[in-house]
């Protein structure tokens, strides 16, 4: 079993749909929790980060962590065309310690 | 300021050749980390510096891999007898002391062996 599972989709939605993503892990003791986006041919980049439970909106994005259920989630509001991209779930047990990735869940918004 | 830079940005190769990559982080990051990504799958740990040591390096996959980091700036990933199953696109990331749980990816390497 993979330390991080992500349905790697496609998923298609029209644009201003709210999109939601998920993970499931299976270390209990992943504490930081982070989401990338990342573009064709691009590195991943930054979108989000949380540490342990709870929930946390930068704008049209919330993360949520669920440590009880080893569950994670990245909502996105009024999805737009340029939110298309894959979206990268990743986590670790201590700072500065290895990401654990999970496979990317490939997102397109239609206009 | 600049982000992480890393070349070159493609690299073809013959199998049983040497190939090295570089990967230049964000001034001041005092970590490192090298990753690899086959296509369709999420980025896996290779090797992590912090400073000019290597602090984990479970993730090389055999001892073909090496990297080193001589003034704990500048990174390069070297690999030795290329097989046609490295081909992947290897990515750079590093943080900052202060934010450690944080990586900034760099746009990759994308090695093809022939």
């Known amino acids: 079993q993979k330390e991080v599972e992500q349905d790697p989709g496609p998923l298609s939605v029209p644009e201003g749909a709210i999109v939601s993503l998920n993970c499931t892990y299976s270390?209990?003791?992943?504490?930081?929790f982070m989401w990338y986006r990342q573009y064709s041919r691009k590195g991943p980049e930054l979108l989000m980060y949380?540490?342990?439970?709870g929930n946390k909106e930068d704008g049209r994005f919330t993360a949520q962590v669920d440590k009880s259920s080893k569950y994670i989630s990245l909502f996105i509001r009024d999805s737009q065309p340029s939110d298309s991209a894959t979206y990268l779930c990743?986590?670790?047990?201590?700072?500065?310690?290895?990401?654990?990735f999970g496979t990317g869940t490939s997102l397109t918004v239609i206009p | 300021g600049a982000g992480v830079s890393q070349t070159p940005s493609n690299k073809v190769t013959e199998k049983g050749k040497y190939v090295e990559l570089r990967c230049d982080p964000i001034?001041?990051?005092?970590?490192l980390y090298w990753y690899r990504q086959s296509l369709g799958q999420g980025p896996e740990f290779l090797i992590y510096?912090?400073?000019?040591?290597?602090?984990?390096d479970s993730g090389l996959p055999n001892d073909r891999f090496f990297a080193v980091r001589p003034e704990g700036s500048v990174s390069t990933l070297k690999i030795q007898r290329t097989e046609r199953g490295d081909s992947a696109v290897y990515l750079c990331?590093?943080?900052?002391?202060?934010?450690?749980?944080?990586?900034?990816f760099g746009p990759g390497t994308r090695l093809t062996v022939l």
């Open positions: 990331a590093s943080s900052p002391a202060t934010s450690a749980h944080t990586q900034y």
């Open positions: 270390n209990s003791a992943f504490q930081y």
């Open positions: 949380t540490y342990s439970s």
């Open positions: 990743a986590m670790s047990a201590y700072t500065g310690n290895q990401f654990y």
């Open positions: 001034s001041g990051h005092t970590a």
């Open positions: 510096f912090q400073g000019t040591g290597a602090a984990d």
